[in-house]
């Protein structure tokens, strides 16, 4: 991306999506998650890195929201070149991060991150900045 790109939506009890196709990226917010509707924000980092805020930062949801993101065009497109076999990723590792991709910042949590057909499929119950790292 060569730049930031970002959606917003009300999303309530009966779930919804947040799309940013420019990014390849899609959040599934699942019926339940919520208890109210809530203004939830997806923003894409420009750059080729795989990362991505969400915010309200800090919101937790019942049920977790499924993430997949397309690596073409990212530092991942590997991952196609290289034929990788659906399933569960031992070399990428997602990181839930606080402070600055570009000037610093600390892992806070890591997390799975699975491969099927060109998406990379993660779970999350909360929102913050995530990243896919090597």
Known sequence: ?????????????????????????????????????VHLRLVALPGDDVA???EPHGISFNQP??????????????????????????DVTGVYWEGDLATGFTILETFPVEYYDGRLIFE???????????
Do not use: C, W
């Open 1 to 37: 991306l060569l730049d930031e790109m970002s959606t917003a939506r009300q999303v309530g009890p009966n779930g919804g999506t947040l799309r940013i196709k420019q990014a390849g990226i899609v959040v599934k917010v699942p019926a339940g998650a919520l208890d109210e509707s």
């Open 52 to 54: 991505f805020e969400f």
């Open 65 to 90: 929201l499924e993430l997949r993101i397309f690596v073409e065009d990212t530092e991942l497109e590997y991952l196609e070149d290289q034929n990788t076999p659906n399933g569960p990723l031992d």
């Open 124 to 134: 999350t119950d909360h929102f913050s900045g995530y990243a896919l790292a090597m």
